[in-house]
């Protein structure tokens, strides 16, 4: 088994919402770092967003600000990602991320290689 899981994708209209959501198993999760990263069909994977172990920091993409909110319930060791106003261009396969310990310096929460286990990934398809 997948050490991360997602769930949540789906279909949507254009100005829809949906929440991912990212649960470890045999991990705890508040205490650890989680980005989340998608990968449009063709295209290279990109930042999403990113929680700081016990959620103190967040990190965001331009493309998806004020839009996107990454959030945590402690209670059922899970990772949230609240997604409105959804534009085609969001259409991607969303996999959540960890690692053991905050990056340092902080830039690194948006690289990829920062992040040392996956989920599967949950494809979110936006129709226009």
């Known amino acids: 088994q997948a050490p991360l899981v997602e769930s949540g994708g789906g279909l949507v209209q254009s100005g829809g919402s949906l929440r991912l959501s990212c649960v470890a198993s045999?991990?705890?999760?508040?205490?650890?770092?989680i980005a989340w990263f998608r990968q449009p069909q063709g295209k290279e994977r990109e930042f999403v967003a990113a929680a700081s172990a016990f959620g103190s920091d967040t990190f965001y993409a331009d493309s998806v600000k004020g839009r996107f909110t990454i959030s945590r319930d402690n209670a059922e060791n899970t990772v949230y990602l609240q997604m409105k106003s959804l534009k085609a261009d969001d259409t991607a396969v969303y996999s959540c991320?960890?690692?053991?310990?905050?990056?340092?310096?902080?830039?690194?929460?948006?690289?990829?290689?920062?992040?040392?286990?996956w989920g599967q990934g949950t494809q979110v398809t936006v129709s226009s």
């Open positions: 045999g991990r705890t999760l508040f205490n650890t770092p």
């Open positions: 991320a960890g690692r053991v310990g905050n990056p340092s310096p902080s830039s690194r929460y948006a690289l990829a290689t920062t992040y040392t286990y």
